[in-house]
């Protein structure tokens, strides 16, 4: 009686395993797609729209790993990522100068704020330059939650701390996350911290935040996505059909009025621009 | 505070309506750590008999080595899988990076030395006539195995137990070689990280109660099985 209940346990197990194993490989090679992107086309819920009208029409399946601008780059450097949906153009264009990418394009843009308190210790409230805010953060030692992640967020951060004059590196008032757009923001609001953020992220998270935006419109604050093939001839691996595929789709009219109509009923306003097709000087760039 | 009531709220809500988007969520945590668990418990039972019942130079050795690799961190493991699974990596033919399959690889590789650590300490806290004995009694070495294993199933189940707790918990190698993908890698604690992310807050506690209570349910029933004769 013993023996035979331990053998049904095991034949149990054994028809779990293969079931298992049967139905687990379920799409063909050619029709996975690795879509590499940045945290903030995730946390605000953009891609949950885009995604499933592009598979219903093309038949990919995506797989969307959402990490830092910079984890997307080094993905796509590897040849670990067909597609890259990323927001950091300086660091692009070295991606594309190493022939890592074979096409790159404008999708849409929005624009970075920051925010901060609302008693706002540092007094930066409705100030026109980034640099003058931050400056300002600096002299007055208010805490700054920086992303510190290699994102598109960070570099930009980075790329206005310098504009500034000011090395915040190292100091005691500014503290990095390590962390995505969404939990900076929350740590942000925790300390009572100013940090950068895109747009996008900030209106989908504002309701539990208490944190506002302090400083917005200057151009130095504008936030660029661009979307990147993966070079085939660098990594054979690469799925390159759907890569294109993907990227013509962002760029496409349907997918452009998806863009510019996401979040227009939950927020008021959209939370993206779509650019497809504008040239990047009419952004000032 | 109201939070929690919230989130609280919202599981139960989340749990009667059977919303779809969670029950599959739930189903894939308990579909890949399950199926870990019974991997690590064939390679645990067995590697940590043989380990136990064997004399060999450096065995003292080799048990360190299994203890220690009972605390491996999960996002260690995590990183080293994906590094194999890239498709340039070692196993890149395989293609299964980002798919269940690659969870369950890498879960395994957590909770194998749980299982295996426990299984030697089992079987090693057993008397040690007790295997003379049965050899006297007759029984062949297959036969004496079973019977010592048997003896030590209420550890070996605890050991089960630790196994299955340690991965189902875990969530540092699931993002990393599922990559939460909606609807075919995200389960429930890589969820609640991006819930977290997004800001939601009471979702994001609904789910770390819907994982507390399907932990509590299995481990229940494999309670049940541990407690339902006593050793004689």
Redesign the interface.
């Known amino acids: 009686m013993k023996r035979l209940q331990n053998l049904s346990l095991f034949l149990a197990?054994t028809a779990?395993?293969a079931a298992?194993?049967v139905t687990?490989?379920a799409q063909a090679?050619s029709k996975?797609l690795?879509l590499a992107t940045t945290?903030s086309t995730?946390?605000s819920?953009l891609l949950?729209v885009l995604?499933p009208v592009f598979e219903k029409d093309s038949g990919y399946?995506v797989?969307?790993?959402?990490v830092g601008s910079g984890q997307a780059m080094a993905m796509g450097e590897?040849?670990?990522a067909d597609v890259l949906l990323v927001h950091s153009p300086d660091a692009e264009k070295k991606f594309m100068e190493k022939g890592a990418g074979s096409s790159r394009r404008l999708v849409m843009h929005n624009d970075f704020v920051i925010v901060g308190p609302a008693g706002d210790p540092a007094k930066i409230r409705g100030m026109k330059t980034s640099a003058e805010a931050f400056k300002k953060i600096a002299q007055s030692g208010s805490i700054f939650l920086s992303r510190g992640d290699n994102s598109g967020t960070h570099a930009k951060e980075k790329g206005l701390w310098k504009g500034a004059g000011v090395s915040s590196e190292g100091q005691k008032w500014y503290q990095q996350t390590g962390?995505?757009?969404?939990?900076t923001?929350?740590v942000a609001a925790e300390k009572k911290g100013y940090t950068l953020t895109d747009r996008a992220t900030y209106l989908?998270?504002k309701?539990?935040?208490g944190l506002e935006i302090l400083v917005e419109g200057d151009a130095k604050l504008l936030n660029i996505y661009h979307v990147i093939e993966v070079n085939q001839a660098k990594?054979p691996?690469v799925n390159a059909a759907g890569a294109k595929s993907f990227a013509d789709f962002t760029v496409s009219k349907n997918a452009q009025d998806i863009i510019g109509k996401f979040g227009v009923e939950k927020f008021g306003a959209p939370l993206f621009f779509p650019d497809a097709g504008k040239k990047p000087e009419s952004l000032g760039l | 505070m109201e939070l929690i009531l919230e989130g609280f709220r919202m599981a139960w809500h989340l749990l009667v309506t059977l919303d779809k988007e969670v029950l599959s969520v739930t189903l894939l945590s308990l579909?890949v750590s399950?199926?870990a668990t019974?991997?690590s418990l064939l390679v645990g039972v067995v590697g940590g008999t043989g380990i136990a019942l064997a004399e060999f130079p450096g065995k003292k050795l080799l048990v360190s080595v299994v203890n220690t690799s009972m605390g491996l961190p999960p996002v260690v493991v995590g990183l080293f899988v994906t590094i194999m699974l890239?498709?340039?990596g070692p196993f890149?033919s395989w293609?299964?990076?980002?798919?269940?399959?690659a969870m369950?690889i890498a879960q395994t590789v957590i909770a194998s030395p749980i299982v295996m650590g426990i299984s030697i300490a089992a079987i090693q806290n057993l008397p040690p006539n007790l295997r003379l004995q049965i050899l006297a009694l007759g029984a062949s070495r297959p036969q004496m195995v079973w019977l010592l294993v048997r003896e030590a199933r209420l550890p070996l189940l605890a050991g089960i137990m630790a196994g299955f707790g340690g991965v189902i918990s875990e969530v540092g190698a699931s993002i990393m070689v599922g990559?939460?993908?909606?609807g075919?890698t995200r389960v429930l604690t890589t969820a609640t990280v991006?819930e977290?992310?997004?800001?939601n807050?009471d979702t994001a506690i609904a789910l770390g109660i819907i994982l507390l209570v399907l932990c509590f349910v299995i481990n229940y029933l494999l309670t049940m099985v541990q407690q339902r004769e006593r050793p004689r």
Not at chain 2, 95 to 101: D, F, H, N, V, W
Not at chain 2, 196 to 199: L, Q, V
């Open positions: 197990f779990l395993l298992f194993l687990s490989p090679a996975n690795i945290t995730q946390d819920g949950d995604i399946f797989k969307t790993i959402a590897k040849g670990e962390l995505g757009m969404g939990q923001l929350n989908a998270l309701k539990n935040l990594w691996k | 579909k399950g199926l019974l991997i890239w498709r340039n890149g293609e299964i990076l980002y798919t269940p399959s369950v990559g939460n993908i909606k075919y991006m977290t992310g997004k800001g807050f």
